[in-house]
């Protein structure tokens, strides 16, 4: 298991594939609401829902799964948990 720290300027992560193998991504948003988007490699949609502060998202990571995701951006609103994050780690807030 590897933690990578990727940060979002602006508040996005361009939509993308993972190439793992054997491997699952863990995705947690926090302090904040995170817009996500997601397509199954099969898929013609595009599917967008909301990660809220403290929510996690589990998928495979692997070429053959070909998940494309990506954050399109960020809520401006901070939780209190958030905004105490942030003052405590000033790391979170290009996270």
């Given at each position: 298991?590897?933690?990578?720290?990727?940060?979002?300027?602006?508040g996005?992560f361009?939509p993308?594939?993972?190439?793992?193998?054997?491997?699952?991504?863990?995705?947690?948003?926090?302090?904040?609401?995170?817009?996500?988007?997601?397509?199954?490699?099969?898929?013609?949609?595009?599917?967008?829902?909301?990660?809220?502060?403290?929510?996690?998202?589990?998928?495979?990571?692997?070429?053959?799964?070909?998940?494309?995701?990506?954050?399109?951006s960020?809520?401006?609103?901070?939780?209190?948990?958030?905004?105490?994050?942030?003052?405590?780690?000033?790391?979170?807030?290009?996270?």
């Amino acid at each position: 298991m590897a933690t990578i720290r990727y940060e979002a300027p602006n508040g996005r992560f361009p939509p993308h594939v993972d190439h793992c193998k054997d491997s699952a991504v863990f995705l947690v948003s926090l302090g904040r609401s995170a817009n996500f988007m997601v397509r199954g490699r099969e898929e013609t949609e595009v599917r967008r829902f909301q990660l809220q502060s403290g929510d996690a998202l589990v998928f495979d990571a692997s070429t053959e799964a070909g998940l494309l995701h990506g954050v399109e951006s960020i809520d401006v609103a901070a939780s209190d948990a958030g905004e105490a994050l942030a003052q405590e780690f000033p790391v979170f807030r290009t996270h």
